[in-house]
């Protein structure tokens, strides 16, 4: 049976303390949202990153489920080098849509992101909206499919386009979490496109 990998490798994503120091200096480290939002995700990868993938026979057929998590990305030669946000994922067991969004986007520098509009408008959900369905055809590659596409506003004005592929699987003998990974590219300004990496795990 297929495990679902986690890609954390290629991301900076480590679990933090709040009692942290700085290397032994005595000086407390003041824990960033970003910090914290890939703290709780590192504790989910333990948790449930070498779950195996949920058999067909034991999804439901009716109902639905809701999942929440983290999303971390990576992006390649850019000015910002990693994203992280809340992930909230709707599951439709009869109809195998899914629908959900991500929002509390935060930089790696600790700083927080705005979801903005094509006009760099700040938008009234603050919140990229998805919608996808899953496919069991697909497998052994991955069943649920859906796009990230929107764009983020730093504290210092540049936008970032995202445009980012979502695939995932449900994983643990009762459907109990989605684990996938993330894969397209972000454009800022009028520079050449950035390929962006990442993953992503919600649970029930």
């Not at 914290?36 to 590192?42: A, D, L, N, P, Y």
């Not at 994922?89 to 992101?113: C, K, L, N, Q, W």
């Amino acid at each position: 049976m297929r495990t679902v990998l986690s890609i954390s490798s290629l991301l900076t994503v480590f679990v933090v303390s709040a009692c942290g120091g700085d290397g032994g200096s005595g000086t407390p480290h003041t824990l960033t949202p970003y910090d914290e939002i890939v703290g709780t995700f590192g504790q989910l990868r333990q948790e449930f990153g070498s779950e195996d993938v949920t058999p067909e026979t034991a999804m439901p057929d009716l109902g639905g489920a809701t999942y929440t998590g983290h999303l971390a990305l990576s992006l390649a030669d850019a000015p910002i080098s990693s994203i992280a946000s809340d992930i909230s994922i709707d599951v439709d067991f009869e109809t195998r849509t899914v629908s959900g969004h991500a929002d509390r986007f935060h930089s790696d520098d600790g700083r927080t992101m705005t979801v903005v509009d094509d006009t760099s408008s700040p938008t009234s959900t603050n919140r990229i909206l998805f919608y996808g369905g899953y496919d069991f055809g697909r497998r052994p590659d991955y069943t649920i499919d859906f796009d990230l596409t929107g764009n983020l506003m730093t504290e210092d004005g540049i936008v970032v386009r995202l445009d980012v592929a979502m695939d995932s699987d449900f994983v643990g003998s009762e459907t109990n979490a989605i684990s996938g990974i993330a894969a397209g590219q972000a454009t800022i300004a009028a520079d050449p496109a950035t390929t962006i990496v990442g993953d992503f795990l919600a649970v029930q």
